[in-house]
């Protein structure tokens, strides 16, 4: 986890909202409720990012206590 991911979540957000307004433009409901799922698919992947992200740097310092590296 980590820049590479937290890129793809905010592009995948932003093709999201992108499709979102345009739905709404348009007036085209599917379109609109795509860009709604794209959007909340992508904060569901950002929250696993940053949990795993948390639990990593948990791992560390852990680790980092057990051979004496502070």
Do not use: C, H, P, Y
Request: aromatic letters at 2%; zero cysteines.
């Amino acid at each position: 986890m980590g820049i590479a991911d937290d890129a793809q979540n905010k592009a995948e957000d932003l093709k999201g909202r992108v499709k979102e307004a345009a739905g709404a433009a348009t007036d085209d409901r599917d379109l609109k409720a795509e860009g709604q799922g794209d959007q909340a698919n992508a904060s569901v992947k950002q929250k696993v990012t940053d949990a795993a992200d948390k639990v990593k740097d948990g791992v560390d310092s852990v680790k980092d206590k057990f051979t004496g590296n502070n």
